[in-house]
């Protein structure tokens, strides 16, 4: 494993110098025209040999956060990195955000990035289809998830918590990171893709997902998409199959006007576009393929950070199980959509564990067209077409000026009087779901179904975490807690409240 690593560090520092050496003598050209353009300048950019190899040094031995971290404190907000002969700029902070997630798809967009999502989700869905019919497929999202849609889910999201706990003890230990993963599968079967997959195709429609997700996120699918690889077979194989089985669904479904479901697949069904045309059965199996890539990884490790960083935190713990008390006191037992909303301090849990241990290190997007920043301190740089822009969340979260102590656990920094993430400098300081123009459509769902796990468990268990408390698994695609997460539990019931 070390030996690989090293051959590979060798080899992308090879790329990396000859990158360099480009750079270097195309900005000494520049340097001698400097009458050139009379817009704001580029922005610092990271040149020479010495400081790539400072760079990847630290890289290789503190990571991705503190690579970048350290060219922050050295450059500021706004600064160049060649990679690989790319040139990469990063902006940090909500002051030069705005264009990054507000910008039009001409002068802004993920470009290739996700070209690898096509063979995965199909060419008639998402980076397979033009800009316009995606739009219009991310409104059946947007549609298919709001707010008004979502109360049906909680009394089915409810009745797979309750039965899957049932079959814990009355004390014992268990792999949290697993059983938050079976469950969240088990959640998704049931609200995104409906009765027929739960009850009758569950296994064999999750075993041919991860099959063709493994197959499609490994690096050499990644790079190279469409080479006949055994690993592209497998994952077309797959794909091939989840469509026949989603297919079925579809047909039998249409066929029999009495089966009105009220589920996601449904609503993806029966989704229109602006002329008129209703989805068809191949752009539904993309669509419900793409949710359930996006939603379900996420939502399990959100579901495992906050149970981490709860059961390390001994008065956020009792914070949470105060308010559950609480709304026992209101409500009694019956949980239901409005009473998930009250639950606004495990919101906040669930919220900062997010912060901290968002889903990507970083976004990127490709640049069009030039655009103009301006910084906290009053700098303005124009980011040329052509560069590829990042937007690192393990930074932009952890802000000072925006989030108090970044590195301690603190839920309350969101709640009334702070709300760190509004007051500290606009609309893009918490981007754990993105934001603007592809901002996550699931966020409200999410929400509901880590707060369904996390009052359940909160309701019916004392827990306590006996391992360590998890590193980041940052070599995922979505960086997850590394190992086992495990945790004792003994049984309970919560009474209303504890002191009156
Ligand atoms: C804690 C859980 C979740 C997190 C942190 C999260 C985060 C995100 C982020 C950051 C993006 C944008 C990615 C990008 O632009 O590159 C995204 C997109 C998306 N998410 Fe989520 N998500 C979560 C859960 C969900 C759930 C539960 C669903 C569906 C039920 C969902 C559906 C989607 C979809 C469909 C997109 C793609 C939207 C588009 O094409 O523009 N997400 N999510
Ligand atoms: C975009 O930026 C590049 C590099 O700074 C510059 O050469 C070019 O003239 C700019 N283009 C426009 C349209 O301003």
New binding site residues.
């Given amino acids: 494993m070390d030996v690989t690593n090293g051959a590979v560090l060798f080899a992308i520092a090879l790329v990396f110098i000859a990158a360099v050496i480009a750079t270097v003598s195309a900005a000494a050209r520049v340097m001698v025209d400097p009458a050139c353009g009379d817009g704001p300048p580029p922005p610092p950019a990271v040149t020479g040999i010495g400081s790539m190899i400072l760079l990847l040094h630290t890289l290789r031995t503190k990571g991705f956060g503190a690579m970048i971290h350290e060219q922050y404190a050295k450059l500021g907000s706004v600064f160049t990195i060649s990679f690989f002969g790319l040139k990469t700029t990063f902006l940090i902070g909500p002051e030069v955000s705005a264009h990054f997630y507000q910008g039009l798809e001409s002068e802004i967009s993920?470009g290739k990035i996700?070209e690898f999502t096509v063979p995965m989700l199909g060419k008639e869905v998402?980076y397979g289809v033009d800009i316009a019919t995606?739009t219009e497929q991310?409104r059946f999202?947007v549609d298919a998830?709001k707010p008004s849609k979502l109360r049906c889910h909680v009394g089915p999201m409810l009745q797979e918590v309750e039965n899957y706990f049932l079959k814990w003890g009355q004390q014992g230990t268990a792999d949290l990171k697993q059983e938050l993963e079976q469950l969240l599968m088990l959640i998704s079967a049931r609200c995104?893709l409906g009765k027929e997959v739960r009850e009758k195709m569950f296994d064999e429609v999750f075993s041919t997902f991860h099959e063709l997700t493994d197959n499609s996120l490994r690096l050499t699918s990644l790079l190279f998409p469409y080479a006949p690889s055994p690993t592209t077979r497998r994952r077309d194989k797959a794909r091939a199959r989840l469509s026949k089985l989603f297919a079925e669904v579809v047909r039998s479904r249409k066929s029999s006007s009495h089966f009105r479901q009220d589920d996601?697949l449904q609503n993806l069904i029966d989704s229109k576009y602006k002329d008129g045309r209703p989805t068809t059965d191949a752009e539904v199996t993309g669509l419900v393929i793409?949710?359930l890539f996006?939603?379900?990884h996420?939502?399990s490790?959100?579901s495992t950070w906050t149970g981490a960083r709860l059961l390390s935190h001994k008065q956020c713990l009792e914070a949470a199980i105060e308010e559950q008390q609480q709304i026992l006191k209101k409500y009694g037992e019956h949980i239901d959509y409005n009473t998930l909303l009250e639950m606004c301090f495990l919101h906040s849990c669930i919220k900062e564990a997010?912060r901290m241990h968002?889903?990507?290190p970083t976004?990127l997007r490709k640049v069009h067209r030039n655009f103009t920043v301006r910084t906290r301190e009053g700098h303005e740089y124009e980011i040329p077409r052509g560069h590829t822009v990042a937007s690192p969340l393990v930074i932009n979260n952890n802000i000072p000026y925006v989030y108090r102590d970044p590195d301690v656990y603190d839920p309350d920094r969101f709640g009334p009087g702070r709300e760190e993430d509004r007051a500290g400098g606009g609309k893009f300081c918490y981007?754990?779901?993105?934001g603007g123009r592809?901002?996550?459509?699931?966020?409200a769902?999410?929400y509901m179904?880590?707060k369904v796990i996390w009052s359940h468990l909160l309701r019916n268990f004392e827990l306590e975490l006996v391992s360590s408390f998890p590193e980041t698994d940052w070599l995922k695609v979505s960086p997850e807690p590394k190992g086992k997460v495990m945790v004792s539990y003994r049984r309970r019931t919560l009474r209303p409240c504890a002191t009156t």
């Fill in positions: 993920h996700l998402g995606r991310n999202y998830l995104l996601v793409a949710i996006a939603g379900k996420t939502s490790s959100t997010l968002p889903p990507a976004f981007t754990a779901f993105s592809h901002a996550c459509p699931g966020e769902y999410a179904q880590v």
